[in-house]
């Protein structure tokens, strides 16, 4: 398909909008009014730090909601008072938090359901409303709702769609794409409907393993096995993999990214010589500043002295996940939760550590003096980081 051709006559549909309905004051404040905390602000005021009795609070200095979610979750309000009876939909979770995901429920928002990976849409028809989360939506997707004659509110991050015109510029140029991300999460495979040729990688381990096949030091099967539900159609190692561009999902961990990057373009060298590598290698710089400053920060937070780290966020955020990669990464003790509520019930905290499944845990605030980090994804609102604090200060307190 021509993913542009699609896209310009999409855009120029009057069943299509991408810049909401509101002004921006509007917008900023119903999103105040919804999700802001005072107690956040005046942390923020205070150095990012909070004291109160034996429990220290020190928050990253970038943290919780990104102007792509902000941006994205009052679209979706706006979409329900812009249509008051119109049946509305979305194609997924608007943003990967919970309580936001909720609140559009009880707006009676219908999310389209998905029985093992593929989604529903025989529910929708001519003349509803549906929403394209923040992360965007399938190109496959996009055209099925508009030849149905639904009105389209197109709430992607103009990151996400930054990523979209890269891959496209791959493949007007027949570079193959090599896409740095989740196989599974659904921008990752919104930006590989705009793609050509492509393959994902998940990350450096991955990346060196198609490395060495360049070099001539892989298994064609071994290859193809390991890579078959993360390539195009047809993907063929030893054709599609003599012009590379690197691209990522959004909220991958930035030096990661840029460490994959600077393998490919080494390893292009290696193979083609420095005057031939302009026809084999092509890098965008295509990480969100929102990911990278919060990244930054939480580098920042993990070199502070702490008894234990709490990463509030969605589960499957991509960008929490990282997050709490971070923490572990310098041997915190960390915590990711996804609201307020895990904590509780005495002093127990019920967390997901990384890739394994929910665990409770009795007395994790220590006695004494305790100094707890926080960060926060950026699909999660200050009002619930507010409500973890206020936990932690009723556990404390115990
Ligand atoms: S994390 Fe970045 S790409 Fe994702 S919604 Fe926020 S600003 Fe946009």
Redesign the pocket.
């Known amino acids: 398909m021509d993913t542009q051709a699609f896209k310009r006559s999409l855009h120029h549909s009057d069943r299509y909008n991408r810049r909401g309905f509101g002004s921006p004051a509007k917008r900023a404040e119903a999103l105040e009014q919804a999700y802001q905390s005072s107690l956040i602000g005046s942390i923020r005021d205070n150095g990012y730090e909070m004291s109160h009795g034996r429990l220290k609070v020190k928050l990253a200095e970038a943290f919780g909601f ?4 902000e941006r ?1 979750v009052a679209m979706a309000y706006e979409t329900r008072r812009h249509y008051p009876t119109e049946r509305i939909w979305i194609t997924n979770e608007i ?1 990967h938090n919970p309580s936001v995901n909720d609140h559009l429920r009880r707006m009676n928002v219908r999310f389209i359901s998905a029985e093992g990976g593929v989604k529903d849409f025989s529910g929708v028809n001519d003349g509803d409303v549906v929403i394209l989360p ?2 965007g939506a399938t190109v496959q997707e996009m055209q099925l709702l508009h030849e149905r004659g639904c009105h389209i509110i197109d709430t992607t ?4 769609s930054k990523v979209w015109h890269t891959v496209e510029k791959h493949k007007k140029h027949t570079f193959t794409s090599i896409i740095h991300g989740k196989v599974k999460h659904e ?1 990752t495979l919104a930006t590989s409907s705009f793609a050509g040729t492509y393959l994902v990688v998940l990350d450096l381990e991955e990346a060196q393993y198609v490395s060495d096949y360049i070099l001539g030091k892989g298994n064609r099967e071994a290859f193809v096995e390991r890579f078959s539900k993360a390539c195009s159609p047809g993907f063929d190692p030893d054709k599609d993999l003599q012009r590379l561009g690197v691209a990522n999902q ?2 991958m961990l930035k030096s990661e990214t840029e460490e994959i990057g600077r393998l490919f373009e080494r390893t292009m060298l290696a193979k083609y010589g420095p005057k031939d590598l302009p026809d084999h290698f092509l890098a965008f710089n295509t990480i ?4 990278e400053e919060r990244q930054d920060a939480m580098f920042s937070l993990v070199d502070e002295p702490l008894d234990l780290l709490v990463v509030i966020g969605g589960f499957n955020s991509s ?1 929490t996940t990282h997050l709490q990669e971070i923490a572990i990464s310098r041997g915190i003790r960390s915590f990711h939760i996804d609201t307020p509520e895990r904590m509780g019930d005495g002093n127990t905290i019920t967390h997901k550590p990384l890739g394994e499944d929910l665990v409770t845990e009795e007395n994790f605030l220590p006695d004494g003096e305790v100094v707890v980090g926080i960060t926060s994804g ?1 699909s999660t609102p200050d009002r619930v980081v507010e409500h973890v604090i206020q936990k932690l200060i009723a556990i404390s307190e115990m």
Do not use: K, Y
Not at 157 to 160: E, N, R, S
Not at 288 to 291: G, K, L, P, V, W
């Open positions: 990104c102007w792509g979610v994205a943003i923040a992360f991050c103009p990151w996400v921008e959004t909220t969100c500043d929102a990911t960008n950026a």
